[in-house]
């Protein structure tokens, strides 16, 4: 049940840090304060050292079954972070569907193919 929670709790963190730090490249009126693409780049820069590091941390105790943990740990942290942005992203920008897919959701594919290739690794 911990581990659950630890998973839980990890996908939530994965999608929150990246959210407040955005938010330092906004104006008050919601708009870039930087380039848009210098601001993307960054965004999947902080993205992705936010989940590698939740990757180490929650592999550092497993100890068995890597391959299987990884595509677990990888689909539900997707799932978390599609689920949080389209309760609290996608309204908040007023982007449809379609545009958020193309623009965002499509690269949080990166999440389980860095938990996989963890979990590929270890289990070698």
């Known amino acids: 049940m911990r581990k659950y ?3 839980g709790l990890f996908g939530f963190l994965t999608w929150l ?7 330092f490249f906004y104006s008050k009126d ?19 050292a936010t989940g590698a590091s ?5 592999f550092k105790k497993i100890d068995k079954n ?8 990888g689909v539900v942290w997707l ?19 379609g545009t958020y897919f193309a623009q965002i959701g ?3 594919l990166v999440i389980p193919i860095m938990s996989i290739s963890i979990g590929y690794i270890a289990e070698k």
């Open 30 to 48: 919601g708009q870039p304060v930087i380039d848009i693409f210098l601001f993307k780049s960054i965004m999947i820069v902080v993205a992705s």
């Open 54 to 58: 939740f990757l180490v941390l929650y």
């Open 79 to 97: 799932v978390i972070n599609i689920i949080l942005d389209l309760i609290v992203l996608v309204p908040m920008s007023k982007m449809n569907i």
């Open 66 to 73: 890597y391959l299987y943990e990884g595509i677990i740990v």
């Open 17 to 23: 840090i990246p959210f407040v730090i955005s938010f």
């Open 5 to 7: 929670l630890k998973v």
């Open 106 to 108: 499509l690269r949080y």
